[in-house]
């Protein structure tokens, strides 16, 4: 850890250094009630308590759709909130829990009336049975052999909730893995079943489901902490002044705004992507890269320079040395005003080295990043992707996963306008924590922005819920009437060609960017969406476009819309959403 205090070192003295001592960022702790009262709203579930608790149909759909795990850790905040409001307003009437769930008296304690539903695959024991096709999801750097990893793979099940899998092992014999700084090649790799769904990203998926996924998933690992007695207490910070124009210590919102109006669509920061180019045109065989820092003052006159050049193009970038630009570029992480992991949810990630097993830390860490902001998550995934490609030249550099995440916590987790309180006994444990839990983002990364396929099928039924109570209401009932009546009348030689051709296993599948006509597609046992896109590449000729830049989209029926993994079985997916659309577009649109 010789590294880690190092760069500690280096980052106080920069502070203490400057003449501009950032205010410090209170990470304050809502009071009785109040936390749970907020977690509620992010879960969007605000309705289950106060004045609004009368009309519930809004929670009640999601509701109906959770496992038992995570119905109870619902459960468990509305009481704690109900309890508080009962305590300040006395003579106010609350609803009571037990009217909300449903539950009879002697079970208000359990929840009974929410079943697990077991996917094919799995056994009544809630375990996922082992399959030979499994896809390994690769780890981040080299291992010592196939030997000895093909001893390290485990199965990781996205089918089945993580708290629900927790609950059911937690009974048993304690894990005898490793922890602490083992050695890179004795981190598992973790494999995951081949499904004929599709892996689905963050990114592939519209906003609107993507806005449930961020609620289940915050609840979802509420409930995997609860299993293990574990307090998710998110943070506040309290409002400060915040520089609202510049590069270094400009919150990601405020300098993604002034980069889009200079590049539209910009998703992560122009300097940060700009600084990892200049170290990688370098070379990243520099021995010490990242560990070795550049001169001080010389960093200093490169940010003033940066702040008052870099968006007229007006920066001498060749003058600029790779361990400056390094340097730079831990300094701009580490001055944002507000932490890249949020001041919200930080500790939650600090707390994720609590869980028992490797395999659950993985597990809360892929939900803690499915419920970062978009701008957070986005620069974490470039930050990450760049870590790697260090590593990957680790014989030269000599930067192993071990000295990199040991060099990178410090900066990840001691942002600006943090005070330390601890001890030193608390102060070592936060630097072998959050080191190793900067190893787990980078060497697992690639499956850190999957989304899993049990959330994903809770998503298909809450939409599938709000469509059954959208059809119940007699004015919409109307209006699809009235569309449907048009839809026939303009389009009625094409709505029975595509009743034909449905029952024939055929789907039509549009490209409206490309082409007027659509495209038949017979539907076959072996039949996936990278098919479909070679059958329409090779029609349509007269188009410039890559493969790459291409997506079938599945949309509409009991999702908002989904880009489809190129290992999408169209036959499988068909008889999950048969009421949806397949449309060819850029992945840009």
């Known amino acids: 850890m010789d590294d880690y205090w190092t760069e500690l070192e280096h980052i106080q003295k920069t502070r203490c250094n400057d003449q501009e001592q950032p205010e410090e960022v209170l990470m304050k702790v809502p009071d009785e009630g109040e936390l749970e009262e907020e977690w509620l709203k992010e879960a969007g579930l605000s309705d289950l308590i106060g004045d609004s608790a009368g009309n519930l149909q809004e929670s009640m759909v999601v509701l109906s759709t959770l496992t038992r795990t995570q119905a109870a850790a619902v459960q468990k905040r509305v009481e704690t909130v109900t309890q508080t409001l009962r305590k300040k307003n006395r003579h106010h009437q609350v609803p009571d829990v037990r009217d909300i769930f449903g539950l ?3 079970q ?69 893995e490793p922890h602490g700084d083992e050695d890179d090649a004795l981190l598992p790799n973790f494999i995951i ?48 002044k915040t520089k609202e124009s510049g590069l270094f210590g400009v919150p990601l919102t405020v300098l993604l705004e002034q980069d889009q109006k200079k590049v539209p669509g910009t998703k992560v920061p122009l300097i940060l992507q700009k600084l990892i180019s200049h170290i990688e045109e370098e070379g990243l065989d520099t021995e010490g890269l990242l560990r070795i820092s550049g001169s001080a003052t010389r960093v200093k006159s490169l940010c003033q320079d940066l702040e008052a050049k870099f968006y007229e193009g007006a920066f001498a970038w060749d003058s ?34 609590k869980l028992p097993t490797r395999k659950q830390q993985l597990q809360a860490l892929n939900l803690l990043v499915l419920f970062l902001p978009d701008p957070s998550r986005d620069t974490l995934k470039t930050l990450l992707e760049f870590l790697q490609r260090v590593i990957d030249h680790k014989e030269k550099n ?44 980078i060497r697992y990364q690639n499956l850190l922005w999957l989304i899993p396929k049990f959330l994903m099928n809770q998503v298909r039924k809450q939409n599938t819920e709000n469509q059954k109570k959208m059809s119940k209401d007699k004015a919409m009932k109307k209006l699809l009437k009235k569309m449907a009546y048009d839809r026939e009348k303009h389009e009625k030689p094409d709505r029975n060609t595509t009743e034909t051709d449905t029952l024939q296993g055929v789907i039509q599948v549009q490209a409206p960017q490309f082409s007027k006509v659509s495209m038949a597609i017979q539907l076959k046992e072996d039949l996936k969406a990278s098919d479909v896109l070679a059958s329409f590449l090779s029609q349509i000729r007269t188009v410039a476009i890559k493969r790459e830049d291409l997506c079938l989209y599945e949309i509409g029926g009991n999702i908002g819309a989904r880009c489809l993994n190129d290992e999408t079985y169209m036959k499988d997916l068909y008889q999950l959403n048969p009421n949806a659309e397949w449309v060819i577009k850029s992945r840009s649109c």
Do not use: W
Request: proline share 4%; net charge neutral; with cysteine.
């Open 108 to 176: 208000s304690g359990k929840i009974s009336n929410v079943k697990e539903t077991q996917p094919a695959g799995t056994s009544e024991n809630g375990k996922q049975d082992v399959k030979s096709d499994g896809q390994t999801i690769s780890p981040c750097g080299d291992d010592k052999s196939n030997l000895d990893m093909a001893l390290l793979e485990t199965n990781i099940n996205l089918e089945i909730s993580f708290s629900e899998q927790a609950a059911g092992l937690k009974d048993q014999s304690k894990s005898n």
């Open 320 to 353: 600029v040395k790779q361990h400056d630009a390094a340097r730079l570029l831990k300094f701009f992480i580490r001055e944002l005003p507000h932490p890249l992991l949020t001041v919200e949810y930080l500790n939650a990630f600090i707390t994720v080295q």
């Open 398 to 441: 000599k930067m192993t996963l071990n000295n990199i995440a040991v060099v990178m916590a410090p900066n990840l987790f001691m942002f600006k306008g943090f005070r330390s309180k601890n001890g030193e006994q608390q102060e070592f444990a936060m630097a072998t924590g959050t080191a190793n839990l900067m190893r787990l983002l």
């Open 193 to 240: 079943p081949q499904d004929k769904m599709g892996t689905t990203m963050i990114g592939d998926l519209a906003s609107q489901d993507m806005k449930k996924v961020h609620s289940l998933a915050l609840i979802e690992l509420t409930a995997l902490y609860d299993t293990f007695g574990i307090d998710l207490k998110s943070h506040k910070a309290v409002k400060i």
């Open 104 to 106: 009879p008296s002697a």
